[in-house]
């Protein structure tokens, strides 16, 4: 609807332009004006979240749904008066008939008409669906009325109306429940911002989104949609960025800070450069992950579709032996054995088998999707409910991943300063985050000449500044190059205790010193891990620190398993250990740890604000907290429930619902209210999904 | 390889999804395809040679149209 009023006014505001340059308004006036009617595009675009898709296809269903009842209900009292009161409208049966197929024929052959056509072009490619069943059940019992002229058997023609007015009736209230199901997808996939103010030169102008380049740098005001991914470069605001990370409270923005693209600006104008725009931005990103996880098969999803695919057919066969078996096996007369055949037809729902899954999962996505957690492969939420360990890298994940220094001991009193400084040397060239923290700290304005320098991964680095070998590492990297640690053994043994990574800065094999680092714990980690080990799960962390620090660590947050002084490439190796006896959840950050993510059997992988390593994680957190580990775990475990219903009840439906009416004990028009019914309850069941906590 | 998005219309029930898949999977280049539903949306993952054609008329020979058709 908002579509239609929307383009209505783009219209009428189109006119006022034409108008206004007939009449030679001044520029600037007309410029004015012009800024004005571009500022409430802005706000229209902002408020348009329905979905034109879904919307068309449920006016359709409505308007073929109203026109059929108008004219079935006549239909319906014609046939009630004269079966049940033997009350005669018409002079004679033969007029009576001919009534009912004329009133019955648009209701079938117009407002059915797609059913029909899909249905019956169908059984003639063989790419048999739910339709064909209608089609031919209803096209059957629409002919016995023309038959009535020729030999003796019963008008079904009004029940074939009937038929196709309950049908299209239980497809307009499917429609409305899908849409209720994949609402706030399609919110989350319309949520871009569709207009940009942007400074070009001097002035300001407005865009379409598409033409954003990188670098532009685009104006926000409060209220506003951030138009794509920028870095703020003036102005301070709070954005709301709840709508794609979930984070409830509004997120402060400064010159310097990372925004994303379609969050909401709250209260300062922010002047914000365009670093992402089109499908490479935070959105886009998310948006892609989810239509892809809606194509994901859920692997008990299976089994449903092959019944699918050979239903129909099998249920054409049924009908015809149901026919032959009544109409030549017992005393049944023609009239009955059709209306037997065309209740099984009409009956047979496989609509039902294949919405189960589907219609859960996009509520559950569409639940996650709203508190920032993406589920991405449809596996994982049947894998969940197996899960054991639950394994924890340390750095990033339970910790907030950036480290500081927060200890500089120097073996000579007075040198700290040089110890940093030829640290901050060698860190420099290395991308690790204690090395970011140990250039950060000495904040040198020269950075020595260092060559030969060397990443040894998990351990530490090494190079040569002029003559000198410069050795920075943990303990494995000293024992390896054998240097002796006798002096500093206290040191390092209180900072480890302490939880502080320790690295140890070695010149010509000599011990200058060693600087502590220590990565703070995150504020929800410790009510995550509290709640998973309520749970039942055995949490364990993971980590290339030695054990001392990752005891300390885990001590905090109350895991009880660690591992410690692991390789990052040996993540991968442990995950598979501990499958030998159950099922593993690997929860990081999907950057370095990867592999290990992959291995594991369900993968999460934890966001950090502007960036997500999608391809990593089977679930995506996109915000960086545990406890989403745990809302994770509940809406997995709360949508497979609701698939394993949907699919129980669409089996068992079909079970009792087709040798029932093959029995004969169904008449068709109550067959087809049964057959509506049952995806109605299955989508609506999905629906239901959503009154869980999780 | 190449993966192709589909936006097909006149989708209304689980088989008919099931029908676009299978004959998406039998034209010949298509490696793999998945239909969703409720977002009137597929993929299908093909050989470089596979036409945009020949995808639209994968999908018209199961009964359905096709509204856009874009790669990744």
């Not at chain 1, 005669?88 to 648009?106: H, N, V």
């Not at chain 1, 039902?352 to 492969?377: D, F």
Request: include cysteine.
């Amino acid at each position: 609807m908002n579509h239609k009023i929307q383009e209505k006014e783009n219209k009428t505001m189109n006119h006022k332009m034409h108008d206004m340059k007939k009449m030679k308004i001044d520029i600037e006036e007309k410029n004015k004006l012009h800024k004005h009617e571009n500022h409430e595009q802005i706000n229209h675009d902002e408020h348009h979240h329905d979905t034109p898709v879904e919307d068309s296809e449920i006016r359709e269903w409505r308007k073929r749904l109203i026109w059929s009842w108008i004219l079935t209900i006549p239909i319906a009292i014609i046939m009630i008066l004269e079966r049940f009161f033997e009350i005669f409208i018409f002079p004679s049966m033969e007029i009576s008939t001919i009534a009912l197929l004329i009133i019955s024929f648009p209701v079938i052959f117009i407002f059915g008409w797609t059913t029909i056509r899909g249905g019956i072009r169908g059984l003639f490619t063989f790419y048999f669906n739910m339709d064909s069943l209608i089609a031919l059940g209803t096209i059957i019992a629409y002919l016995t009325g023309i038959l009535t002229f020729f030999i003796d058997v019963l008008d079904y023609s009004g029940v074939a109306a009937m038929i196709m007015a309950f049908f299209t009736t239980g497809k307009y209230v499917e429609s409305l429940a899908r849409g209720r199901a994949s609402r706030e997808i399609m919110k989350l996939l319309e949520l871009g911002a569709k207009k940009a103010r942007v400074l070009r030169g001097k002035n300001e102008i407005e865009i379409d989104i598409s033409g954003i380049k990188i670098g532009d740098v685009m104006i926000v005001k409060p209220g506003e949609k951030i138009p794509t991914d920028g870095i703020v470069v003036k102005g301070e605001s709070s954005v709301d960025e709840s709508m794609v990370t979930g984070e409830s409270m509004p997120v402060d923005k400064i010159k310097g800070n990372n925004v994303i693209g379609a969050t909401i600006n709250q209260d300062g104008i922010l002047y914000v450069k365009a670093i992402k725009i089109g499908k490479d931005t935070f959105l886009a990103h998310i948006i892609k992950l989810i239509e892809e996880a809606q194509s994901e098969k859920v692997p008990i999803q299976r089994l449903a579709d092959k019944i699918t695919s050979i239903f129909v057919p099998s249920v054409l066969i049924l009908a015809v032996l149901t026919f032959l078996g009544w109409f030549y096996f017992t005393g049944y007369d023609l009239s009955r054995s059709v209306g037997i055949a065309v209740a099984v037809l009409v009956i047979a729902c496989p609509c039902a088998l294949g919405l189960a899954t589907p219609t859960a999962l996009m509520v559950g996505s569409g639940m996650g999707a709203k508190r920032g957690i993406l589920i991405r492969k449809g596996e994982a939420i049947q894998t969940m409910k197996e899960i054991k360990f639950i394994v924890f890298d340390k750095t990033g994940t339970i910790t907030k991943g950036k480290p500081e220094v927060t200890d500089v001991y120097a073996k000579v009193k007075g040198k700290e300063k040089y110890l940093l400084e030829i640290s901050a040397s060698l860190e420099k060239l290395s991308e690790h985050p204690i090395a970011r923290a140990i250039v950060e700290k000495a904040s040198l304005r020269r950075y020595r000449e260092v060559k030969n320098f060397k990443i040894l991964r998990g351990r530490g680095i090494e190079g040569k500044i002029g003559a000198k070998e410069i050795i920075i590492g943990n303990r494995t990297l000293m024992s390896e190059k054998k240097i002796n640690l006798k002096d500093f053994e206290k040191t390092i043994n209180k900072f480890e205790s302490e939880g502080k990574t320790t690295m140890v800065i070695v010149e010509n094999k000599k011990v200058l010193g060693v600087i502590g680092v220590a990565d703070a714990v995150k504020e929800d980690s410790v009510s995550a891990v509290k709640e998973l080990n309520r749970q039942g799960y055995k949490t364990i962390m993971i980590t290339g620190d030695n054990e001392r620090t990752a005891k300390a660590i885990a001590e905090e947050v109350g895991i009880k398993e660690i591992i410690a002084n692991v390789l990052p490439e040996d993540k991968a190796k442990k995950v598979e250990e501990l499958q030998k006896h159950g099922f593993v959840a690997f929860v990081g950050d999907g950057i370095n740890d990867a592999p290990a993510m992959k291995q594991s059997n369900v993968g999460i992988a934890m966001g950090t604000g502007t960036d997500i390593a999608i391809e990593a994680g089977d679930i995506v957190l996109a915000k960086g907290s545990l406890i989403g580990v745990v809302q994770a775990i509940n809406l997995s475990k709360a949508t497979f429930s609701k698939i394993k219903q949907n699919l129980f009840w669409a089996f068992g439906y079909n079970t009792i619902a087709i040798p029932v009416a093959v029995a004969g004990l169904l008449h068709p028009i109550i067959a087809e209210i049964a057959m509506a019914l049952s995806s109605i309850t299955v989508v609506s069941n999905a629906n239901l999904l959503r009154r869980k906590k999780i | 390889m190449k993966k192709v998005k589909i936006e097909i219309s006149g989708m209304h029930c689980a088989s008919c999804s099931n029908n676009i898949e299978r004959s998406l999977k039998k034209t010949p280049g298509v490696k793999d395809a998945s239909v969703s539903l409720l977002l009137k949306k597929g993929t299908a993952e093909c050989e470089d040679f596979v036409s945009d054609e020949e995808i639209k008329k994968a999908v018209k020979r199961a009964g359905y149209e096709v509204k856009n058709i874009s790669q990744e």
